[in-house]
């Protein structure tokens, strides 16, 4: 094996390794469990009781979940 197909052998394997993330990185966030986008929080008082809604730029009102994973586009997406 001569010393170009090393490296590019080498470069493919680099290439396909998974970043690493330090855990105490990760801050989970509240995402939409339909397309991982974050929620917005919406809060309200009705007869002395605080309501919490979360809403979806795309699929509105939603129950969320909470990840470490989402998406961070915005599609403009509101009707």
Known sequence: MNQSSRSSIAA???????????PTTLRPE??????KRKTTEYRFMIDGHIIVTHHCPEHRDVIPMRSV???DDYTGFVS
Not at 12 to 22: A, H, M, N, T
Not at 30 to 35: K, L, S
């Open 30 to 35: 509240q995402v939409c469990p339909h397309c």
């Open 69 to 71: 994973i989402f998406r």
């Open 12 to 22: 493919i394997v680099e290439w396909q390794r998974p970043i690493y993330r330090d």
